[in-house]
């Protein structure tokens, strides 16, 4: 394969190679049932326990607590359709959630108004932080849900969610935070951030696609999600998924290991990207803040250029980048995350997101940003709107 850059990490990492060879076993000797009751079988049933605890480690929670689905946008309707379902006919229907979630989140909301719930879409600021006086208003005696996600898969911004959880408690409402973009990137602690529930998957910390799990706190009594064998204590049948769930601890430990280091790195490039692009590309911006920011995440808007062609660009240069989230490609649609944080239309449309690995270097850095400037350049040069704009900035 000729050159290859990967900036689109958020949308899914390369799973690594330690993590797949600690998977292998489980494909060609351990295949046996975990649920069978001969030796053969137990060692599975073993494995997945000593995940489970590395898993629950990792946030600080009971091994009980953690929970195997199918991946994130899984755990996500899990927790908001059987929170709806236990609190719905005697606490209440309303839940409260954010205007910049993921499409899992989205369309369960969706999802449930259509089933007679009530969604409050609390709005964010110029750098996707939730309004916290908003939020407070919001709560209502019949609220049974605050669902908002720790970090954002677009423009990166990480929220206050110590004092969402907190908020939460002090109106006894369930908090449920959809930490796919946090978890395994910045440290979590379910006690010390206040959360009662929180979605994670295997495939954006480089574990393989098709697993991720939910932390339901003890105490909550949220409905199973699938129904059929006692698998995940009768709340997720169906036989587990053992070389993705061994291979998603893996991708854990290792992610912990290494975290202060891959975010240093990480940031470094950030940084170096953010300040070249600005500097070195007029009518560009920078969407998210520059602190609560993930260490990998960068999303840029570039007036008068369309994000679609950025890519087809990019890609001829073999830089795979996104121009938001890859569930909202297709549609013509700004992202609605970009139009949450205030952008116009016509700048949402300029946007792109890059997002690194430990893997991505200096050089790919530099690399893209040239790319960039050229890019931008050469489809100003074809773009009228452009022309008559700097057409009036010479009067
Ligand atoms: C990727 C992503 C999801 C969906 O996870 P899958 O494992 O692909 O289902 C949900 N929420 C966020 C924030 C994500 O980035």
């Known amino acids: 394969m000729s050159k290859m850059i990967y900036l689109d990490n958020a949308a899914t990492t390369k799973t690594a190679p330690e993590v797949v060879e600690a998977m292998l076993p489980y494909f ?19 494995a997945i326990s000593k995940a489970r605890r590395q898993i629950a480690d990792t946030i600080g929670a009971k091994d009980k607590e953690i929970y195997f689905t199918a991946g994130g946008s899984a755990s996500d309707n899990w927790a908001l359709k059987a929170t ?33 719930f009530e969604i409050t879409y609390i709005d964010v600021d110029e750098n996707g ?39 939460a408690h002090e109106n006894g409402i369930l908090f449920h935070t959809d930490a796919v973009q946090a978890y395994c ?5 379910v006690d010390e951030y206040n959360i009662d529930m929180m979605s994670a998957s295997g495939h954006k910390f480089y574990g393989s696609k098709g697993i991720g799990f939910l932390y339901i706190r003890t105490g909550v009594k949220i409905r199973s999600f699938v129904h059929g ?12 998924n053992v070389p993705c769930i061994i291979g998603m601890a893996k991708a854990a430990e290792i992610a912990h290991a290494h975290m202060a280091e891959w975010n240093e790195k990480e940031i470094a490039m950030r940084d170096h990207m953010i300040d070249r692009v ?8 920078l969407n998210g803040g520059r602190t609560n920011r993930l260490p990998n995440n960068v999303n840029f808007s570039f007036q008068f250029v369309e994000g679609e062609s950025m890519l087809i660009m990019l890609d001829m240069k073999g830089i795979c980048a996104s121009s938001g989230s890859a569930c909202a490609s297709g549609s013509l649609d700004p992202s609605h995350v970009l139009l949450g944080i205030g952008l116009p239309h016509e700048i949402a449309h300029g946007s792109v997101r890059l997002t690194l690995s430990d893997e991505t270097t200096m050089d790919d850095i530099d690399y893209t940003v040239d790319a960039l400037k050229e890019i931008v350049a050469q489809l100003r040069s074809m773009s009228p709107l452009y022309e008559d704009f700097v057409k009036k900035q010479k009067k």
């Open 84 to 116: 709806a379902e236990l609190l719905g006919e005697t606490k209440g229907k309303h839940i409260i959630t954010s205007r910049i979630e993921h499409h899992a989140i989205m369309h369960t909301c969706d999802y449930l108004a259509k089933k007679g």
């Open 278 to 285: 600005l500097a070195e590309i007029p009518y560009s911006r």
């Open 129 to 167: 932080v939730i309004k916290m006086d908003e939020l407070k208003a919001a709560i209502r005696p019949d609220t049974i849900l605050i669902s908002v996600m720790f970090a954002n898969n677009e423009i990166g911004t990480i929220q206050p969610i110590k004092q969402i959880g907190a908020l």
């Open 229 to 240: 064998g006692a698998q995940e204590r009768k709340r997720r049948a169906g036989t587990e």
């Open 185 to 189: 990137h910045v440290p979590i602690n």
């Open 28 to 46: 060609t000797e351990y295949y046996g049932n975990p649920s069978s009751l001969y030796g053969f079988a137990s060692h599975n049933k073993d």
